[in-house]
Nanobody, 127 residues
Protein backbone atom coordinates (compact mmCIF):
# COMPACT_ATOMS: atom_id res chain seq x y z
CA UNK A 1 0.00 0.00 0.00
CA UNK A 2 1.39 3.35 -1.03
CA UNK A 3 1.13 6.02 1.62
CA UNK A 4 2.43 9.52 2.22
CA UNK A 5 2.36 11.04 5.68
CA UNK A 6 3.19 14.68 6.35
CA UNK A 7 4.37 16.00 9.67
CA UNK A 8 6.02 19.07 11.13
CA UNK A 9 3.29 21.64 10.77
CA UNK A 10 2.48 24.09 13.50
CA UNK A 11 2.10 27.72 14.44
CA UNK A 12 4.99 30.17 14.15
CA UNK A 13 5.55 33.90 14.11
CA UNK A 14 6.51 35.75 10.94
CA UNK A 15 10.18 35.22 10.23
CA UNK A 16 10.18 31.85 11.91
CA UNK A 17 11.03 28.47 10.46
CA UNK A 18 9.51 25.03 10.19
CA UNK A 19 10.61 21.81 8.59
CA UNK A 20 7.94 19.63 7.10
CA UNK A 21 8.48 15.94 6.51
CA UNK A 22 6.83 13.63 4.03
CA UNK A 23 7.49 9.99 4.76
CA UNK A 24 6.67 7.47 2.06
CA UNK A 25 5.76 3.85 2.57
CA UNK A 26 4.97 1.16 0.05
CA UNK A 27 7.27 2.63 -2.59
CA UNK A 28 10.73 4.03 -3.02
CA UNK A 29 11.44 7.67 -3.73
CA UNK A 30 13.84 6.65 -6.47
CA UNK A 31 10.94 6.13 -8.87
CA UNK A 32 8.66 9.01 -7.91
CA UNK A 33 8.85 12.73 -8.16
CA UNK A 34 7.56 14.36 -5.00
CA UNK A 35 5.77 17.67 -4.86
CA UNK A 36 4.76 19.96 -2.05
CA UNK A 37 1.50 21.84 -2.46
CA UNK A 38 -0.49 24.11 -0.22
CA UNK A 39 -4.01 25.38 0.04
CA UNK A 40 -5.07 28.43 1.99
CA UNK A 41 -8.69 29.05 2.98
CA UNK A 42 -10.69 30.30 0.03
CA UNK A 43 -7.85 29.73 -2.42
CA UNK A 44 -6.95 27.08 -4.95
CA UNK A 45 -4.29 24.53 -4.24
CA UNK A 46 -0.93 25.69 -5.52
CA UNK A 47 2.43 24.12 -6.08
CA UNK A 48 5.21 25.04 -3.68
CA UNK A 49 8.20 22.87 -4.48
CA UNK A 50 9.13 19.54 -6.00
CA UNK A 51 12.05 17.18 -6.29
CA UNK A 52 12.72 14.81 -9.16
CA UNK A 53 12.88 11.05 -8.82
CA UNK A 54 16.65 11.23 -9.16
CA UNK A 55 16.84 13.85 -6.46
CA UNK A 56 18.97 15.95 -8.76
CA UNK A 57 16.43 18.56 -9.76
CA UNK A 58 14.22 20.79 -7.66
CA UNK A 59 11.73 23.51 -8.50
CA UNK A 60 10.13 26.25 -6.46
CA UNK A 61 7.22 28.58 -6.80
CA UNK A 62 8.28 32.19 -7.16
CA UNK A 63 6.56 33.01 -3.90
CA UNK A 64 8.85 30.73 -1.89
CA UNK A 65 12.07 30.68 -3.85
CA UNK A 66 14.99 31.61 -1.66
CA UNK A 67 13.07 30.87 1.52
CA UNK A 68 12.09 27.20 1.13
CA UNK A 69 14.33 24.23 0.39
CA UNK A 70 13.23 20.75 -0.59
CA UNK A 71 15.49 17.78 0.05
CA UNK A 72 15.29 14.06 0.65
CA UNK A 73 16.82 11.30 2.71
CA UNK A 74 16.70 8.05 0.77
CA UNK A 75 17.64 5.97 3.79
CA UNK A 76 14.58 7.29 5.61
CA UNK A 77 12.40 7.39 2.49
CA UNK A 78 11.50 10.93 3.46
CA UNK A 79 11.25 14.25 1.67
CA UNK A 80 11.65 17.47 3.61
CA UNK A 81 10.54 21.01 3.08
CA UNK A 82 12.60 23.47 5.08
CA UNK A 83 10.66 26.71 5.37
CA UNK A 84 12.53 29.79 6.52
CA UNK A 85 11.49 33.41 6.92
CA UNK A 86 7.86 32.43 7.00
CA UNK A 87 5.25 35.01 6.14
CA UNK A 88 1.56 35.23 7.03
CA UNK A 89 0.70 34.46 3.43
CA UNK A 90 2.41 31.08 3.84
CA UNK A 91 -0.43 30.03 6.11
CA UNK A 92 -2.05 26.99 4.54
CA UNK A 93 -2.49 23.27 4.71
CA UNK A 94 0.59 21.73 3.15
CA UNK A 95 0.39 18.49 1.23
CA UNK A 96 2.99 16.22 -0.24
CA UNK A 97 2.17 14.23 -3.34
CA UNK A 98 3.82 11.63 -5.55
CA UNK A 99 4.02 11.44 -9.32
CA UNK A 100 4.40 7.79 -10.29
CA UNK A 101 5.30 8.60 -13.90
CA UNK A 102 7.78 11.41 -13.44
CA UNK A 103 9.50 13.31 -16.16
CA UNK A 104 13.06 12.22 -16.67
CA UNK A 105 15.35 14.12 -14.33
CA UNK A 106 12.69 16.78 -13.86
CA UNK A 107 9.70 17.63 -11.73
CA UNK A 108 6.77 19.95 -12.26
CA UNK A 109 4.40 21.75 -9.92
CA UNK A 110 1.25 20.57 -11.60
CA UNK A 111 -1.47 19.37 -9.28
CA UNK A 112 -3.14 17.01 -11.73
CA UNK A 113 0.09 15.14 -12.39
CA UNK A 114 0.11 13.80 -8.87
CA UNK A 115 -1.19 10.29 -8.28
CA UNK A 116 -0.96 10.01 -4.50
CA UNK A 117 -1.54 12.57 -1.79
CA UNK A 118 -0.96 12.85 1.89
CA UNK A 119 -3.64 14.20 4.17
CA UNK A 120 -1.85 17.46 4.84
CA UNK A 121 -0.36 19.34 7.76
CA UNK A 122 -1.41 22.81 8.85
CA UNK A 123 1.06 25.69 8.93
CA UNK A 124 -0.08 28.91 10.58
CA UNK A 125 2.07 32.03 10.49
CA UNK A 126 0.82 34.90 12.62
CA UNK A 127 1.98 37.42 15.20
Amino acid sequence: QLQLVESGGGSVQPGGSLRLSCTASGFTLNYYAIGWFRQAPGKEREGVSCISSSGGTTNYADSVRGRFTVSRDIAKNTVYLQMNNLKPEDTAVYYCAADRHPLYRRCVLTTDRMDYWGKGTLVTVSS
